[in-house]
């Protein structure tokens, strides 16, 4: 079972940057995509973006330019640097892993609120 923990997040105005990490630990851990998803109130949670085992990413359009996601494979960490933060980024950052035969996780969530 893999167990996920997140840093980073909090507040910050437009235009200003932050960056999460998120930690991954488990016995024989095999990872193969690494992911950040978000949730805004009142909203359906959101694929942002994903690295897989050999470095290629993939954004989603609202954030590509600005977000840059990339992994640590020494420290099982994944990291999203976020740049030029809007106001419509607010939200709940969560990651997710897939493994290669262990399953999935989740992070416990990290809030990121973008002030105007």
């Known amino acids: 079972q893999v167990q996920l923990v997140e840093s980073g997040g909090g507040l910050v105005q437009a235009g200003g940057s932050l960056r999460l990490s998120c930690a991954a630990s488990g016995s024989g851990l095999r990872i193969n995509v690494l992911a950040w998803y978000r949730q805004a109130p009142g909203k359906q949670r959101e694929w942002v973006a994903a690295?897989?085992?050999?470095?290629?990413?993939n954004y989603a359009h609202s954030v590509k330019g600005r977000f840059t996601i990339s992994r640590d494979n020494t420290k099982n960490t994944v990291y999203l640097q976020m740049n030029r933060l809007e106001p419509e980024d607010t939200a709940v950052y969560y990651c997710?892993?897939?493994?290669?035969?262990?399953?999935?996780?989740w992070g416990q969530g990290a809030q990121v609120t973008v002030s105007s």
């Open positions: 690295i897989i085992s050999d470095g290629r990413t």
């Open positions: 997710h892993v897939d493994t290669i035969g262990g399953g999935d996780s």
